[in-house]
């Protein structure tokens, strides 16, 4: 039996620019909020396009060769996306000339800021960089400002990215969640055992916060 004053631990296996991860973490949040449970996340590194070369590729192109959509089939794609990130508090702001970038950089800059205990906020400031704000980042510049805007220190950020000194434990974070046979994201795990994929729904994750604290009773 798990020890229910112990916080809840969550493990959600992400990339910044999945738009379903951040619809799925604002529907969690908003139950954790809902039920009051205590609880603790930590982020995981999960590259969806780690073959994406650093110029991107155009965001509707890429969901053409990727999953076979057709055109009207991705804009209905971002409309529900949008409305749902409404409902949620969270601007999509999508755009014909949006780009899909390689994100390795990125999840190197989130387990520098873990180390600072800023992984939750970069993570979340990255989200907004690329889906509301519609920034690069694939771009030292653009990550290294992203970082300093929650305060961050910019030339350690620049320092990081530059000497990609966190390359070897990011690559073997990403190989660890893919050999525990993590192959999509949003993929969040409870109290280390529970595995839940994809955005479920507010409800859906109160139903799964309720079982677990019982579980844990």
Not at 190 to 205: M, S
Request: charge should be negative.
């Amino acid at each position: 039996m798990t020890d229910q004053t112990q916080p809840l631990r969550i493990d959600i296996v992400s990339d910044v620019v999945c738009p379903w991860c951040i619809v799925g973490y604002r529907q969690l949040a908003q139950a954790l909020e809902d039920t009051g449970i205590a609880h603790e996340i930590h982020w995981h590194p999960f590259e969806l396009n780690p073959e994406m070369p650093p110029e991107g590729q155009n965001l509707g192109e890429h969901i053409t060769e990727k999953y076979g959509s057709t055109r009207e089939q991705s804009l209905e794609s971002r409309a529900r996306l949008t409305e749902l990130g409404k409902d949620l508090g969270f601007a999509f702001n999508f755009a014909d000339d949006m780009r899909m970038h390689n994100t390795f950089n990125t999840h190197q800059l989130i387990h520098w800021a873990e180390t600072q205990g800023r992984s939750h906020d970069l993570e979340q400031a990255l989200f907004a960089a690329h889906f509301t704000d519609r920034r690069d980042l694939s771009d030292i510049a653009v990550l290294v400002d992203v970082a300093e805007s929650i305060g961050l220190d910019a030339a350690e950020a620049r320092a990081v990215l530059e000497d990609q000194r966190y390359a070897q434990e990011v690559r073997q974070k990403e190989s660890f969640w893919v050999q525990q046979g993590i192959s999509g994201v949003p993929a969040v795990v409870f109290d280390r055992k529970h595995l839940v994929t994809g955005a479920q729904g507010t409800e859906n994750y109160t139903s799964i916060l309720k079982q677990l604290t019982q579980m844990r009773g």
